[in-house]
């Protein structure tokens, strides 16, 4: 089985294609290679070295001709994207980046087909953006494998468009599109980005290192989170299931833990300890609570369990994991001594 995963160099595409290895198949399948295209290169030499591994640079849009020619393609994760906060700033970089590249690689998959080679699966990676409170029809308390996506940003609008597209290529048979909403993934490992869900991680990863973060929303804010192993277990889950268990085409939302952002620091000040927490900040940034607040917290979902998927426990459990794996990341001198890195 031969895989493209675009967004290859972010922590996400990383960590798939580290899975990926690991498993050794996908669907019942040996895989015999992974590319992994973005903009800049892997930086994980033991990624990298893997043999099965190859690496494409340049800009989605216009590489696409190149990725394809690598192929074909049995399947892809479509991961790459423009952030939330990007979108909002940027509007032309956010249609390029999101929207155009997604046409134009649905469409060469499209061209793949049409040349005699089985439709390819296709993960798209949407979001919980899709979601929000319009004038019309006003965002629930609960959000439930049927409630209408109204989103409210640039980001999220791409994404719903995006889903629709999937949707429609499979109906035509030129692909075996799946697509599933990811929750706010925390806790990320690596350098702060442009997402307005960006806080959700920096509030711990940056205490962690001696460094200082700012919440920018009310403590009392609740956000649908996931930890990033089980955000790449539900994809997984979701590219394996067959057509029948997926349940048409409509994208499925992974299980969320629903927490309220004092609840994430007061699980924080328990395994790192009080010193570390003195480094968060709390000054209101309006634009992005407006952002965070249009976002659901809350789901009830039969399609996710039915899978298998279940959130994770607590958000304690979810900062272990990000210890766990990224211990050297932790350089305050207080945590490192209470989490005994020391």
């Not at 798209?124 to 019309?136: E, I, K, L, N, T």
């Not at 925390?186 to 991680?201: D, E, H, Q």
């Not at 010193?275 to 399609?303: H, N």
């Amino acid at each position: 089985m031969n895989i493209l995963i675009t967004g290859g160099a972010g922590f996400l595409g990383r960590g798939l294609a580290t899975a990926l290895l690991q498993r050794g198949q996908l669907g019942g399948r040996n895989i015999e290679r992974i590319m992994l295209a973005d903009l800049v290169a892997p930086q994980d030499t033991a990624l990298v070295d893997d043999e099965r591994i190859s690496v494409s640079t340049g800009d989605l849009q216009a590489h696409v001709p190149v990725l394809m020619a690598a192929g074909p393609w049995d399947a892809v994760f479509h991961l790459a994207s423009a952030v939330s906060g990007e979108c909002e700033t940027n509007f032309d970089l956010g249609l390029h980046a999101n929207l155009d590249s997604t046409r134009a690689l649905l469409d060469a998959c499209r061209l793949q087909t049409a040349e005699g080679h089985a439709p390819p699966l296709f993960f798209f990676s949407s979001s919980v953006a899709v979601y929000g409170s319009d004038a019309a029809i006003p965002l629930p308390a609960v959000v439930r494998d049927d409630t209408l996506p109204t989103p409210q940003s640039s980001y999220g609008i791409h994404k719903f468009v995006c889903e629709q597209l999937v949707a429609d290529y499979t109906r035509k048979g030129f692909i075996d599109g799946r697509a599933a909403r990811l929750m706010t993934v925390s806790v990320r490992p690596g350098r702060p980005n442009g997402a307005a869900s960006g806080f959700l991680s920096g509030l711990f990863r940056e205490p962690m290192a001696g460094q200082r973060s700012n919440c920018p929303v009310s403590l009392d804010t609740e956000v649908a989170i996931a930890s990033p192993a089980t955000t790449i277990a539900g994809i997984l889950v979701v590219a394996e299931a067959t057509r029948e268990a997926f349940g048409g085409r409509t994208a499925i939302n992974l299980p969320a833990l629903t927490v309220s952002v004092r609840d994430m620091l007061h699980a924080f000040e328990a395994l790192v300890g009080a010193e570390p927490l003195t480094l968060v900040t709390c000054e209101p940034d309006d634009g992005i609570a407006r952002i965070v607040a249009a976002w659901p917290s809350r789901f009830e979902s039969q399609r996710a369990p039915a899978l298998g998927l279940t959130p994770d426990p607590d958000f304690g459990g979810v900062l272990q994991q990000y210890v766990q794996h990224h211990g050297e990341a932790v350089t305050h001198p207080g945590a490192r001594a209470r989490l005994g890195l020391v």
